[in-house]
């Protein structure tokens, strides 16, 4: 069992009956009832074309026996079985052009939702879970969904075409049809018994799959970082564990999958000669005519053949049913931030207000307890403290991110879970430490904050900071390509498009979370003066790392341990000599310019 370490089920992760997954999976057909009801109609057809011929060489060999049949009646049931079996492809032609086309519309139907749902989840789901993991489920769990779509369909057909032979077996020779039909419920007593199995290790070969994925999305994510410390020995190895691990789990998968149709195999072979033993016990004393036992004969398989396609196909069955577990899990999965109305937040002036929030992530220890704070509307607040001290965790609870435990968060008076989550987040900009850009141009990133402003507007804001000359460094101005998550263009340059993006929205509520990586002088001056833009027109809350943005901040505020222990302006704390003092010498007094040309008075000497 050591094959499956490391295979466990994700947090949301849940098991579903047999019952429940087929309701769900047909829920996804009820949109196709036209078409499906025009696939069952081809599907009888087509067995009834499938089964015609062998009914009229039965007549044939029957009516043969008492006389010699012509040459016209020989050259009439030629062309009509060449007609039937033309009849025969062009239902089955039909049938699969239907069929393709609806698992094409389920497949995307599918996976917009499963997409949809992994937008929706709160910001705690994705900072908990490996995307990798998640996007195996949207992408590779999706296909092997569809996979499963397309066998209900095909056995949907096969049993059509089972029945319609069955009842022509009925009527030409009732004993040996119940003979064909007493392997139907071994077939389910094998099946139901195999099901278990089955589900369990398919499960794990996708969690395995899943594990590759996410590592090797981390690994390419992370290269720059591997390289730069030669660890690519490392990663390598990494991914071969995973990838070894999936192997031997796929490798007992396919052992386990590979049992029942063989099995069934030979149950039919059995009963296909006992068929043949008895017939011919029968036509030999009278019972029955060599027509209709030729007919028992050549039916029979079609009969079985459909059968033993169920349970060949089972192990995809079992992989679609494990698929749509998995895709269902996703769907389902509750979300951990909620909202208890839906009003719009319109107008904000910014008033915030935390009342004795308490708040932990997950079950580990409190980040906040009883914390108070209020902003005043259009207050410039800074957010000071050392690492793990609260100050992120504050943001986040503004922007509705995380869910807190007890105590209330009010904005304008109102609590702030009556407020529509989207549409409170759409009075605000946020701006994290280390700022995401999409692959596109700079205009497509600023425009994703606010989709129809138009290209003169957006470069009317760019000329706000420093006369435009930000725009003048980038190779192609707003048409530069930045580059997989912003990597062809400079740190400084990439903090200036996530500003320019909340310039574009203008919200109501400004966040930032300042980057601490060194930038030149010239960029920093560009921040700057985008960040007093921003900070002009907003209630604003700054984690800050930089000397000019606490300096310029209203209020600052330390935390330590998730309370308030100093609060004031610049110069006040600093004559307090306190914690923030200790901060600003540790932090934040290189920064400053009598730092710098007292460092250089020093080195001069």
């Avoid at 997954?21 to 009801?37: D, T, V």
């Avoid at 089972?162 to 094998?190: D, H, K, N, Q, Y």
């Avoid at 990838?243 to 149709?261: A, C, E, M």
Wanted: proline share 2%; no cysteine; net charge negative.
């Amino acid at each position: 069992m050591g094959f499956y370490h490391g295979l466990s089920a994700e947090a949301y992760d849940r098991q579903y009956s047999n019952k429940v997954l087929i309701q769900r999976i047909l829920s996804y057909f009820k949109a196709h009832r036209i078409k499906l009801i025009f696939v069952a109609i081809v599907v009888v057809l087509q067995g009834f074309t499938g089964s015609i011929p062998y009914l009229l060489v039965s007549k044939v060999l029957d009516e043969g026996s008492a006389m010699q049949p012509d040459d016209r009646m020989l050259a009439i049931l030629v062309g009509a079985v060449i007609l039937l079996e033309v009849l025969g492809y062009v239902f089955f032609h039909i049938q699969q052009r239907l069929m393709a086309r609806v698992n094409a519309d389920i497949y995307r139907t599918l996976a917009t939702d499963a997409f949809a749902a992994s937008m929706e989840q709160d910001l705690a789901f994705h900072d908990t879970l490996s995307s990798g993991r998640i996007v195996s489920r949207i992408t590779g769990d999706t296909e092997d969904f569809i996979t499963l779509m397309r066998l209900t369909m095909n056995v949907l057909g096969s049993v059509m075409q089972s029945i319609v032979v069955g009842v022509i077996l009925l009527r030409t020779e009732w004993r040996l049809a119940l003979m064909l039909f007493i392997f139907i419920p071994l077939v389910i007593g094998i099946v139901s018994a195999y099901r278990n199995v089955a589900r369990r290790v398919t499960t794990r070969g996708m969690r395995a799959m899943a594990n590759v994925n996410a590592t090797v999305k981390e690994t390419i994510s992370g290269i720059s970082v591997a390289k730069n410390f030669r660890q690519e020995e490392s990663i390598y190895q990494d991914f071969q564990k995973s990838n070894k691990t999936s192997y031997d789990v796929n490798i007992k998968r396919g052992f386990v999958l590979s049992i029942v149709f063989p099995t069934m195999r030979t149950l039919s072979g059995i009963s296909i000669a006992l068929l043949v033993y008895f017939g011919a016990l029968s036509v030999t004393q009278g019972l029955i005519t060599a027509g209709a036992w030729y007919l028992v004969l050549l039916s029979s398989d079609r009969f079985l053949m459909p059968i033993l396609s169920m349970t060949s196909y089972w192990a995809q069955v079992q992989t679609g049913f494990a698929a749509a577990e998995r895709i269902f899990a996703l769907i389902d999965a509750e979300h951990t931030v909620f909202q208890t109305n839906t009003l719009e937040a319109k107008d904000l002036h910014g008033d915030i207000v935390f009342e004795k929030v308490t708040f932990q992530y997950g079950v580990g220890a409190e980040v906040l307890r009883d914390f108070d704070l209020h902003i005043q509307p259009g207050e410039n607040l800074a957010i000071v403290g050392h690492t793990g001290a609260g100050k992120s965790s504050v943001a986040r609870l503004i922007s509705r991110f995380y869910e807190f435990q007890n105590g209330q968060i009010l904005i304008d008076g109102t609590n702030i879970r009556d407020y529509d989550i989207d549409s409170l987040r759409g009075q605000m900009g946020v701006v994290t430490q280390v700022p995401f850009l999409f692959e596109g141009t700079v205009e497509e990133n600023i425009r994703f904050a606010q989709p129809d402003i138009s290209r003169e507007e957006i470069l009317r804001i760019a000329y706000q900071i420093g006369n435009g000359e930000w725009l003048e460094t980038l190779s192609n101005g707003l048409d530069t390509n930045v580059g997989e998550r912003g990597a062809k263009i400079s740190m400084g340059q990439r903090q200036l498009v996530a500003l320019m993006r909340v310039l574009a929205r203008k919200p109501a509520i400004f966040i930032l979370d300042e980057a601490t990586a060194s930038i030149d002088p010239f960029t920093e001056a560009q921040i700057q003066h985008a960040l007093n833009l921003i900070l002009a027109q907003s209630t604003s809350v700054l984690i800050a790392h930089r000397l000019s943005t606490v300096k310029s901040a209203d209020r600052i505020i330390v935390l330590d341990h998730g309370g308030i222990i100093e609060e004031g302006n610049h110069e006040a704390l600093l004559e307090k000599g306190g914690t923030y003092a200790d901060l600003y010498n540790t932090y934040f007094r290189h920064q400053s310019l009598d730092y710098v040309e007292e460092a250089g008075k020093f080195l001069n000497k």
